[in-house]
């Protein structure tokens, strides 16, 4: 540092003589001259000089002015571009940005945009090489009078827009001499601006121009604008809409026309008045376009509008290795990425969640009237619940920070009553004045769904629901881990078929304890079925699959050994690390909902395993592709295998007592389109499970509290069958019934090859002294000491 500065004090000790010395020259060349000579001297000597000074300040001269934008970004500039996401179907269904911009082509401009820039913003852009002289001397003139007003012409305001030569670029040493940095800055501006105009034609500076202006309202470029404040195109608009965006550039948020609606529309008919004034339109065209009102069509575009947000968040995420590994910026890069998710299936499966979760809310509030539904095992009201979760908050922390060791004062805010917004199933959300601490209780008592849907042979994502309401909850329940109960029972037949077992192998449901270790203790652990109950019928594997049979799927699992199921469970699409204990047969360790339907994919795609794929190709803002999806599909399960289990599937509907013939009540076979699936309820019914499989589709949903300890006392209520299997029915209604979806109906194949093993036998059921019931519920039933609440 200390060499930097003495090689200064050098460079400005040499260059103030040799000033000096010219001076001197310079002064005696002209001293016995006529004065119309040294006057024109003077003339020359000053654009001499001006243009050596702008010179020097394009090089940062002994870094005395600052870096300038160079040729390299002038010939291709930065400038953040909103990434937009595409569904399968073609529809954008929403963006990515930090400056919500979207770039358009000169031949999508209106000319009457262009005709109303123009002329309101530089008059004489077309006779000038990026600085209006003319201009300049007449707002010199107008500042000696006390009238000051800008010079710009639009490429000078492009030069700001673009490279913000007035932020991100120093002005070197002389800027911090007070006035000198402005001079500096307005230079800069100047000498880019030319630089401009040598390599871009004068409609790709326009068009440069409109994709960069801010136009507020978050609204960056001419595409944006247009859409924010009228829902149009730049290509469709008239010429009371463009006179309106035209004249707010002079001031965003004063001529504003929603926040200054007055101010605007006086704006407004200046700029139109200008267009008269030029010709542009006749007096007739002026006196009838000043009357018309501001007819606003206005709507902020924001990261979360759209369709599928919990999906987004989940491409963001998906994205993320990838977009650091290659220096690309999401949400300033301008990239089309091309996602799995079908818009129509999208729809489909945000309505059917909709409309069982409305059901089962209001289930849920009339089963718990005004009674607290967080709970401990024995049904006791957790102590300080909502208190803890109140900690926990951002308001919370603000008013520890602000009150730190005085709770009283903590708990007077937070129960104290003020304007909040809260989700409403009619309005989506609701003001109302509400206290933090109510608002937290009244927020906790909601159930909760998360639905997705894959195609089996591709692993692509068709349908993505992450929770009720994405406003109120971020949390994507898609992706939370949660006991999956009797869903798990996949990967325990399955392992037991590649050890040699067959469908129509016979087991007893009946009481049996078996010796667990339990915090390094020896144990007794005793498996029940739902209705706790043995029937000490023999069955086959098929059946006692069916109809959810606990003791029989813990039996399998002791055969095979519980390693053998949790390593299957990997195999076939498990990622999270699984408990190793018999409770595992039961679905007693967490999951996700996401790798749990890509689990079922696997059986359905004849063994063959692969990752849920959400991406399938992302262009440039050139339109360069630069990702394609290649991911493979690797053999984990015998093709035998898997077409056992899927016949396993078919027989919840077909076997009696079935757990999942509650699909028979809806309109799901005019089609001939089949099904299978599996239901399943976690300990305290915590958690409520479906995955639906047809030959093309695979559709799993969970339906829970936020929390283990807010759930369903009874399973009538709170199973699977009757809370989570109607999301993927109505789903799948709409779905089968939409004739463009047509390639979705469809019915299981043949066997692909020999099938060695039995797997025909059906039960013939026998009615006992007791009425039956046509769907069991199936539940994880196990001791408090091994169960999760």
């Not at 056992?644 to 999942?660: F, H, I, N, Q, V």
């Not at 093309?696 to 199973?719: D, M, N, Y």
């Not at 093993?757 to 026998?766: L, Q, R, V």
Request: charged share 25%; aromatic share 12%.
């Amino acid at each position: 540092m200390n060499k930097l500065i003495s090689f200064l004090k050098k460079a400005f000790r040499w260059l103030k003589t040799y000033l000096c010395k010219f001076a001197t020259w310079y002064k005696g060349l002209y001293r016995d001259k006529p004065w119309y000579r040294r006057a024109i001297a003077g003339v020359i000597s000053f654009i001499v000089f001006f243009m050596l000074y702008l010179f020097l300040v394009d090089i940062n001269f002994l870094w005395l002015f600052g870096k300038s934008p160079g040729l390299s970004s002038i010939h291709n500039p930065e400038q953040p571009t909103a990434s937009e996401i595409y569904s399968a179907d073609g529809k954008l269904i929403g963006k990515y940005f930090r400056e919500n911009r979207s770039p358009v082509t000169y031949q999508e401009i209106s000319p009457i945009l262009i005709k109303t820039l123009i002329n309101t913003e530089d008059e004489r852009f077309y006779h000038h090489f990026g600085i209006d002289f003319q201009g300049v001397f007449a707002a010199m003139k107008d500042m000696a009078k006390g009238e000051a007003r800008g010079a710009s012409t639009i490429t000078q305001q492009l030069v700001k827009n673009m490279f913000k030569v007035r932020s991100q670029y120093s002005t070197g040493i002389l800027g911090f001499i007070p006035g000198v940095k402005l001079i500096i800055m307005k230079s800069k501006e100047w000498i880019t601006a030319v630089k401009i105009e040598m390599f871009y034609s004068k409609q790709e500076i326009l068009t440069m121009y409109l994709n960069t202006v801010d136009f507020g309202s978050n609204a960056y470029g001419i595409k944006t604008a247009c859409k924010t404040y009228f829902n149009t195109t730049p290509k469709e608009i008239t010429y009371e809409q463009a006179a309106t965006l035209v004249g707010l550039l002079k001031a965003t948020t004063t001529y504003n026309p929603r926040l200054n609606p007055k101010n605007s529309l006086h704006r407004r008919n200046v700029v139109l008045e200008n267009l008269m004034k030029h010709h542009e339109i006749t007096r007739t065209q002026y006196d009838s376009l000043k009357q018309i009102p501001i007819h606003l069509n206005y709507n902020i575009e924001t990261n979360y509008d759209g369709q599928a947000l919990y999906f987004r968040e989940a491409v963001s995420e998906y994205l993320s290795a990838w977009c650091k590994a290659n220096n690309i910026d999401l949400y300033s890069d301008g990239l089309k990425i091309y996602t799995t998710v079908d818009s129509r299936m999208q729809g489909y499966a945000e309505a059917a969640v909709n409309r069982q979760m409305r059901v089962v809310q209001r289930n849920f509030n009339n089963h718990w009237g005004n009674q607290v539904p967080w709970r401990d095992r024995n049904g006791n009201e957790i102590p300080n619940f909502i208190e803890d979760i109140a900690k926990r908050t951002i308001h919370y922390k603000l008013l520890q920070e602000k009150y730190p060791d005085r709770p009283d004062s903590i708990n007077y805010y937070l129960n104290k009553p003020h304007r909040l917004k809260v989700f409403d199933y009619d309005k989506g959300s609701r003001d109302t004045t509400i206290s933090t601490m109510d608002s937290i209780r009244y927020m906790e008592r909601f159930m909760h769904c998360g639905f997705v849907a894959m195609e089996p042979q591709t692993g692509y994502v068709k349908a993505w629901v992450g929770d009720i309401n994405f406003g109120a909850w971020k949390y994507d329940k898609v992706l939370s881990k949660r006991q999956p109960g009797s869903t798990f029972k996949l990967f325990v037949y399955t392992a037991g078929f590649n050890k040699g077992m067959s469908p129509c192998d016979l087991r007893v449901d009946q009481y049996k304890a078996w010796d667990v270790m339990e915090k390094g203790k020896p144990a007794k652990w005793i498996p029940r079925n739902a209705d706790g109950s043995y029937t000490g019928d023999t069955l086959s594997l098929k059946a006692a699959f069916a109809r959810s049979i606990n003791t029989i799927a813990v039996q399998v699992g002791q055969e095979v050994g519980v390693h053998d199921v949790a390593q299957t469970a990997y195999a076939m699409g498990i990622k999270t690390p699984l408990e190793e204990t018999p409770a595992l047969s039961l679905g007693a360790s967490d999951v996700s909902l996401l790798e749990l339907v890509n689990s079922y994919t696997t059986v359905v795609n004849d063994g063959k395993e692969h990752d849920p794929i959400l991406v399938t190709k992302i262009e440039d803002s050139e339109g360069h592709v630069i990702y394609e999806d290649k991911s493979q599909q690797k053999q984990v399960i015998p093709y035998e295998t898997a077409f056992l289990m899927t016949e396993m599937l078919k027989a919840g509907l077909t076997e009696p007592m079935g757990t999942s013939q509650a699909l028979w009540a809806y309109d799901l076979f005019h089609s001939d389109t089949e099904f299978g699936g599996k239901t399943g309820t976690s300990s305290n019914h915590s958690d409520a499970w479906f995955v639906g499989i047809t030959p093309k589709l695979v559709g799993g949903a969970w339906v829970g509290g936020e929390h283990r300890s807010i759930h369903f006392r009874t399973g009538a209520l709170g199973q699977g069958s009757r809370t989570a299997l109607p999301v993927f029915a109505y789903f799948m209604e709409k779905v089968l019934k939409d004739d463009r979806l047509k390639e979705y109906r469809a019915k299981f194949p043949r066997p692909k090859e020999k099938i060695n093993k039995d797997y025909s036998c059906h039960t013939i059921y026998h009615r006992r002294d007791t009425d039956s019931v046509a769907v069991k519920p199936d539940s994880l039933i196990v001791p408090q000491e091994i169960g999760e609440e």
